[in-house]
């Protein structure tokens, strides 16, 4: 099943697909329900399928347009999960354990938002990767056992302002907090519909003005999926909505008038300009 938000003026409006090509509004909801909460198997049951079988009409769902898909959660990031990338940096791969940030949720954009430049920054540098979104809450989640507190897979589109962490790593938090530097969706499809060998073969790609930058399957990365969930989720609750970005096969720089992508095939396409 697939997922989208929509804003339609001061309203968020929520759509669901079985198949990617036919979609269905979901009217009526309970007041605070979020897009995650329709994809846990008790949403996908109580809210979701009796209004697919009642709904007569099929709606139009621009993905382009999409809003993003994060209504609440954290958002967590590995970093340097796949060898490509660490070597774009000229840094080794963290040995025991993932690297990793936390962002602040009011950097988001929808998908076709404009990224805004910072002044603070003379490199800024653009970035494809696969997000798990968290989907009960949860703790000390072992490796084995991660599919089952995962609701589903999105894309991001992960920014970072370069030259502050080339400058000092402990300036991570910093470098990817400005605003406009992160894009989450445009849809959320949920863990039913990829076995792990699928999720496996997905590749990821950071795409500027058409061009491939870089590319990889998710069977490239360092630390795999289970090893992510069980990583950031040691110690500390997470709150259902939580994303956990996986990390990137490579970054891009970028600069004003460039479009960059990020694409996860068959989970969806992120594309931005850049000003």
């Known amino acids: 099943m697939r997922f989208v938000r929509w804003k339609n003026g001061n309203e968020v409006e929520r759509y669901a697909s079985a198949d990617g090509a036919r979609w269905t509004r979901l009217a009526g909801l309970p007041a605070g329900v979020r897009l995650v909460d329709l994809a846990t198997p008790e949403g996908l049951a109580q809210l979701v399928e009796p209004r697919l079988t009642d709904s007569a009409a099929d709606a ?7 809003a993003t898909i994060v209504d609440g959660g954290d958002i967590w990031g ?10 774009d ?4 791969q963290p040995k025991a354990a993932p690297g990793s940030y936390l962002r602040p949720g009011n950097c988001l954009i929808d998908n076709s938002g404009t990224i805004e430049l910072p002044k603070q920054s003379a490199r800024v540098t653009a970035e494809a990767e696969l997000g798990l979104v968290i989907g009960v809450t949860c703790k000390n989640v072992a490796r084995s056992a991660w599919r089952d507190v995962v609701a589903g897979v999105t894309t991001v589109l992960d920014l970072t302002a370069e030259d502050a962490i080339r400058e000092n790593p402990r300036h ?8 406009t530097f992160c894009s989450i969706g445009p849809q959320l499809v949920t863990l039913e519909e990829f076995d792990d060998d699928r999720l496996r073969s997905l590749t990821v790609s950071t795409v500027r003005n058409g061009e491939v930058v870089a590319s990889a399957p998710v069977s490239g990365m360092r630390y795999d999926l289970g090893r992510l969930v069980e990583h950031f989720t040691a110690g500390r609750t997470f709150a259902p909505g939580t994303v956990i970005c996986t990390g990137t096969p490579g970054a891009t720089v970028i600069t004003p008038g460039d479009r960059v992508e990020a694409v996860v095939d068959g989970v969806g396409s992120l594309g931005h300009p850049v000003t």
Do not use: R, T
């Not at 991570?172 to 605003?179: C, E, L």
């Open 60 to 66: 139009e769902v621009d993905l382009d347009h999409a």
């Open 78 to 87: 590995a970093g340097l999960n796949y060898l490509g990338h660490s070597q």
């Open 89 to 92: 940096l000229g840094v080794d």
């Open 172 to 179: 991570i938090p910093w470098s990817k907090g400005f605003d």
